[in-house]
């Protein structure tokens, strides 16, 4: 019943417009950013083009990776194999409730390490709130004790064969995700050393739900079903421009040593 609650492409269309515009806002000279959790690359590819900056990706789990557009690399978000001030922008989409809370604040370190002066995190979290877990498209999964959700998950959610939950250290199956609300993400930034924090509630437009479900809309859309956020860092230094920029190659990040240079300098697409 719930597996279809959300259109992919429509929404996933809506999200790189509003994160391409976030990072054009707050980073308007952005040349180079680092999209974790990048999967496959598509949505990082996309901001790429609407934007013209270049993306690198970053994930963790290897049998995901495959060539794309944007180069991706093997790594962890808590430990990322990149020297100090690599990169303009950080791009952090349906990542943070992955993280274990514990870990929030070493994730935002290493953030703010491979920032350049002025550099930002822009990102989207599901609203912990809404009815429908977007991880499991089940209705208010996120309110159960641990065991009933994992229980709940493995009769019902239309994603238990496809992505069946891992053991935990317990030996018992245990979510992917936590409930995260952005002020835990502006506390571990604060913290880190970013600055500013911005959030922004946000419900998708009607044509991001399948026609059988529109009559839900008023419902769905009376309480945000995510939160994009920005972290800023501090503007000390000198800003990145994208004609002659002093650091050198600044289209450019140092992994492990070794330059690697991000693919994908084909044209903005239509309609950015």
């Excluded at 991706?72 to 950080?90: E, M, Q, T």
């Excluded at 860092?233 to 492990?256: K, W």
Aim: proline share 11%; net charge positive; hydrophobic share 35%.
């Amino acid at each position: 019943m719930f597996s279809k609650v959300v259109n992919r492409d429509v929404r996933q269309e809506e999200l790189c417009q509003r994160m391409s515009a976030l990072l054009l806002r707050h980073s308007p000279n952005a040349e180079l950013s680092l999209d974790l959790g990048t999967q496959y690359g598509r949505l990082a590819d996309r901001i790429s083009r609407l934007t013209g900056v270049h993306m690198v990706g970053l994930d963790i789990r290897p049998e995901i990776l495959e060539p794309v557009a944007p180069p991706i690399v093997k790594g962890d978000a808590a430990n990322l194999p990149f020297r100090s001030g690599s990169f303009d922008v950080v791009t952090a989409i349906s990542l943070f409730e992955h993280i274990p809370p514990d870990q929030l604040g070493r994730v935002f370190g290493e953030l703010a390490r491979v920032l350049r002066p002025g550099g930002c995190v822009v990102g989207e979290i599901p609203n912990p709130n809404y009815p429908i877990e977007p991880h499991s498209r089940l209705p208010m999964i996120q309110f159960l004790p641990t065991r009933a959700a994992v229980s709940y998950y493995n009769h019902l959610s239309p994603f238990r064969r496809v992505h069946p939950l891992p053991t935990g250290e317990d030996g018992h199956p245990t979510l992917t995700w936590h409930r995260l609300h952005p002020d835990r993400l502006r506390e571990a930034s604060r913290l880190a050393g970013f600055e500013q924090f911005h959030q922004y509630p946000v419900s998708y437009s009607a044509n991001a739900f399948p026609t059988r479900v529109r009559w839900l809309y008023p419902l769905l859309s009376a309480i945000p079903m995510t939160y994009d956020f920005v972290a800023k860092g501090s503007g000390e230094g000198t800003p990145p421009s994208r004609t002659g920029s002093p650091r050198g190659n600044s289209r450019s990040a140092t992994l492990e040593g070794k330059r690697m240079e991000p693919t994908g300098e084909g044209p903005p697409a239509e309609g950015s």
